[in-house]
């Protein structure tokens, strides 16, 4: 039995370091984006909304001030605040500014059928004849902000400036990395994990992430994200015709989304040289929240791997990609058992040398630099790479300390994927929502997030 396992421990980290050194070969040798001209495209900003009113006005007058040009819908999941009056008040001033009202029993079935709600709106405003390959969606969380070269990086002639590309996805990063403001309502120790966990964020999108899709650009299978994601107008009719509407029920409709453009024919970008921000969450427990529904939406596109695999749109390189992210969620079940099953057979077997502890540690001291090289430095490598690439000003401590943290903060993972999969054994695939740094506790928040 103690065999197999570490038989079966040893495939799963061979597979995983292998990868990590392709997506780090990838992340190094990317090239730098080369920006087009947003003028020759028509922006529609797709802005979807529940109980938002804490940040969606500034959102709406950044986004207005920002890209003047840009439509900006607003999508009100029939929210029970005052985030509907909040974007008449801009619609009644602004003729670029609209708002797409949905009301239950047809609202809050997940962010998929408000994004449709949207698209459907969309379609009837447009003038018949237009230039729809010219009209280009992006999707915008309520409290995104993009810089402003966002566009003209999108509109670039490798990006939307190719009739092959059918959508983009630029990069994440969170906007609260570097605010240490103490918070009155927690104490020490409470706002010290808030910024570890906002730093954790930062460093996951900006690095690991980005690596990610640097892989994916050479395979052809880039994913889109839910914030700063881009569709050409056309390529959203051809997945509607195929599909019947251009987003769908999983939890993960940005990643569902991004596997219809590929089956669809059309290519994705990754654009690395400009982003969109976020905040980044301060608790735990809303990690959790977000987290578990990132992986509940992985297992449930599990689903469309027969159709990657069998889809001529689909490189080699984009198969075995798609196939190893699919297949995570259900990996990192299989290392829940694993890796503890393995330590208490290293304890019970070190327990029976003769010497105890001290002298299975002087003969097998090997094995504990191989678990610091095999567990440890693949994700403590990410601090010292984020700080070269994104935070030149800190010091290399803190780098190391930034490394060692992503190391503890990336177990999350275990506790995600486990609620992920009791939800969908209990069939509860609602969508919960992860509510924002700045909202009030209320009666009813509690429900969003269950």
Sequence with gaps: ???????????????????????????????????????????????PCRDEDVVIGATIDRLRATFAGAHVWVIDDDS??????????????????????????????????????????????????????????????????????????VAGTKVFGDPRVGAAQISVQMRNRDDHRPRPSKGRAANALSRYLVRMQDIEFRTSICAMQALRTQTRSVGLGGNGQFTRLTVLDAIATQAGRPWHGALLEDFELGVHVLLTGHEI???????????????????????????????????????????????????????????????????????????????????????GVVNWLASSWWLLALFFLMSVAPFAMWGPIYRATCEPRATRWQSILWGL??????????????????????????????????????????????
């Design 1 to 47: 039995m103690g065999s197999l396992l570490i038989g079966i421990s040893l495939v799963i980290v061979v597979t995983f370091l292998s990868y990590l050194a392709t997506i780090a070969r990838a992340f190094f040798r990317r090239l730098p984006d080369q920006p087009g001209d947003a003028e020759a495209f028509e922006w529609h900003m797709f802005v």
């Design 80 to 153: 029970d605040d005052a985030t509907a009056d909040v974007v008449r008040s801009r619609a009644a001033t602004d003729p670029m500014v609209h708002l797409v009202q949905r009301r239950r029993p047809h609202a809050r079935t997940g962010k998929g059928d408000a994004l449709n709600s949207a698209y459907h709106r969309l379609n009837a405003f447009l003038p018949a004849g237009c230039d729809r390959t010219r009209v280009i969606v992006c999707v915008v969380d309520a409290d995104g902000q993009m810089a402003g070269d966002a566009l003209d990086h």
């Design 269 to 355: 970008r990754f654009v690395a040289d400009s982003y969109v921000s976020q905040e980044g969450l301060t608790d735990l427990k809303r990690l959790f929240t977000q987290r578990t529904r990132w992986s509940q939406g992985n297992i449930q596109c599990i689903k469309y791997l027969p159709q990657i695999v069998r889809s001529p749109h689909f490189t080699s390189g984009g198969v075995l990609e798609s196939g190893y992210y699919l297949m995570l969620p259900f990996i990192q079940m299989l290392g829940l058992f694993l890796w503890p099953t393995l330590a208490v057979l290293t304890v019970s077997g070190t327990l029976q040398v003769p010497g």
């Design 405 to 450: 943290g992503l190391w503890l903060y990336i177990y999350y993972m275990y506790v995600s994927v486990t609620r992920a999969f009791v939800r969908i054994a209990l069939r509860r695939g609602g969508w919960a929502k992860t509510r924002r740094n700045g909202e009030n506790l209320t009666v009813g928040a509690t429900a969003k997030e269950a």
